[in-house]
């Protein structure tokens, strides 16, 4: 056993040894008490299932709002070995998406990958892949409002407080709000949820879909709010429920359509607008997840049609 | 007999010789009073005398400097209002008690509809069918005159009364059995006042509230209110049945305040 | 005979301190009792104290000294030194009293105003409702007059209700106020059947009556005030 870790241990280094990150720029760009710091927030954060740690945010190279939360965790906990994959809206091809990937492959000389099987962090915003995560990943969110409470309650004294004391009526108000105004829970992203029994957390904005992916993942799932200097955590297999009233339960979107490239009928779609009369089709947000069903022959209804060979220009660029 | 029984009872809330100093300012000194189920006492005085520090002394907004609040609760016994931990000053304040705002936008929740304003007390203690959430809420919108047609418009299409009104409603809802009020008719037209007055009258009756009022109002006081204390910087100056205080005032400070009444 | 109040050795005197403090004596050394279905008349000339008096008999004013026991539950109690929950308590079960001028809550009926009096003591609303048509009925106020408040009825219309309020519950001891001071002969003697029915039923009544003649119909003892 031991000479096989050994073996395995060099094997790492020599890779890493490889792989140069851009001179002049600590590994992963954070200076190492930065790191540090990031790192204590996140073990108390996942110490403390969906408590909102304070931390002190730096300011990085791009603007508020595109991620610092997220890339400030990712760069805390990114190592030489680590395989890093980063989607936007589902996709891995978005400019954030690109550029993120970018940053770390340059700043930290990580391998990344578009594949969910083969990273081993993913960071994201708005989706979660529609393959299973394991205990191999580590899943970092983006996300722009920590506080689920803010809607109701302007003060941060008091959601503090709210928080502390588990005084969590408001945030039913919201959802009772809904069913008012629409007829049933109209949110459908950033879903409130129920950590651990414990505290109520924004999930980000990913769709609603996805909240049930949140609940008793074999992932470590972390949260990163760069603009309001917060982290927060979901440790693996901890139990999160999303919040509904018992004549309204909790329900995620339903679409009559399957994807229009790889025929999927259980994962997230995206609405496609194909010309100026308004004709439309589905597809997967997942692009991942779509290319390899249509790779291993599955078929959507317009799989044949010109935008899947938009598509394919665009997975083979 | 019957009459003694309940008279025996011991009482909602006891303040005992309670004190609030701002530096060397007193603006409450030594103040104590018991009030029982059912019972409304006024606490009158002209403004800067501390009857609005007094009234959050007493519901435990502001911290006290010497003395006690005793409330005694329905389940969990008598409760050391300054003593205890704060979720349960908190816990008390949005089910046993309820606190009436002068201005009732400190008092309502601004961007939700009345009916959510209402529902939330229920939410926050554990209430989660939305058909009876909203169901209680038009019963409550109807007890106020408020139109239950209105349920899910929001509370600043509202009239003065109306949210005065629906503030009144959104503490009720709970159930509770101690209201503290602040001026709540402080900024509203006579006529409008004089409804509100009414409606609060009755309701008190006969959900056998007790409050302790505010207000600088000696009309209110004496519609109202069983009992009045007036105050004089920081202190009780005069105190007893409404009608004895006002009609037969002792203290000086309160003769010129009974003599100062128009009408 | 059982005796429903007993005065002892009262006296009222008001301090004006916002007027030099001028010191006003209104009585001194009162004594009197009045027993169970008796009619007893304060009688004096104006401002010899009888409302004054009457008040602190009610305890709406406090006498700077001596008791005014009360019959209530059977227990005769200091009013004077009673708390005011307790006042409250006699105030709803034992005593009621009729002041000369109607003060009531705008907006509110007639009918309500005479109707809430019973409801309040014996929570019966179809009592309550029986009692209040019967009384507006005696007194005279017209059925249309029902269904407003009556702020802008007559001295002797306001009266009247303020009479029918009074007499909407049983109280073991009543206080009148100058009952009949703004109403007609008829009304008048409206009023004295009530005070006599209430006598009978065994009602101890302490009142002021301008009126010679329903002084003399109704009282059974005179208590004259100002003769020092």
Known sequence: MQRNVNNDTEALLSDIAKIENEPGYNHAFLDEQTKRMVRRAILKAVAIPGYQVP???REMPMPYGWGTGGIQITA??????DVLKVIDQGADDTTNAVSIRGFFAKMAGVATTEKTSEATIIQTRHRIPEDKLTRAHTMVYQ?????????????????RKMHAHSEYGAMHVKLYEDIARHGRIATSFDYPALVDGGYIISPSPIPKFDNPKLDMSPALQLFGAGREQRIYAIPPYTKVTSLDFED?????????????????????????????DGDKMFVCSDSDYCQRRCEAGHKGPFADDRISDEQGERNAS | ???????????????????????????????????????ILAIVGESGSGKSTLLNCISGKTGINAGEVRYRSRNNGTIDVHGAKEPVRRHLARTEWGYVHQNPRDGLRGNVSAGANIGERLMGTGSRHYGEIRSQAEQWLERVEIDPCRIDHQPRTFSGGMQQRLQIARNLVSGPSLIFMDEPTGGLDVSVQAKLLDLLRNITADLGLAVVLVTHDLGVARLLAHRIMVMKRGQVVETGLTDQVLDDPHHPYTQLLVSSILV | MIKMIEVLGLEKRFILHNQGGAVIDVFEKLNFKVEKGQCVALFGRSGSGKSTLLRSLYANYKPVSGAVNIRHDNEMIDITRATPRLVVEIRKHTMGYVSQFLRVIPRVSTFDIVASA?????????????????????????????????ATFSGGEQQRVNIA??????????????PTASLDAANRMVVVELIEEAKKEGTAVVGIFHDDEVREAVSNKIVEMGAA
């Open chain 1, 55 to 57: 931390f002190s945010s």
């Open chain 3, 118 to 150: 019973h409801r309040e003591v014996y929570g019966d609303e179809s009592g309550a409702t029986l009692r209040a048509k019967e009384l507006l009925e005696r007194l005279n106020i017209p059925q249309r007059l029902w269904s407003l408040a009556p």
């Open chain 2, 1 to 39: 007999m019957r009459v003694r029984k309940r008279l025996k009872q011991t009482p909602l809330l006891q303040v005992q010789n309670i004190s609030k100093f701002y530096g060397d300012l007193a603006a409450c000194l030594n103040i104590s009073l018991d009030l029982y189920p059912g019972e």
């Open chain 3, 165 to 178: 309020r009074g007499f909407a519950v049983k109280y073991p001891i009543l206080l009148l106020d100058e």
């Open chain 1, 248 to 276: 309204y339960p909790f329900e995620v979107q339903k679409w009559e359509d399957c994807c229009g490239l790889c025929g999927a009928t259980t994962s997230y779609l995206d609405e496609i607008i194909l010309n100026d």
């Open chain 1, 143 to 159: 996300v722009p409002v920590p506080e689920p409470l803010r809607w109701v309650e302007p003060r941060e004294t008091e959601t």
């Open chain 1, 76 to 81: 805390s906990i990114i190592g030489k070995a």
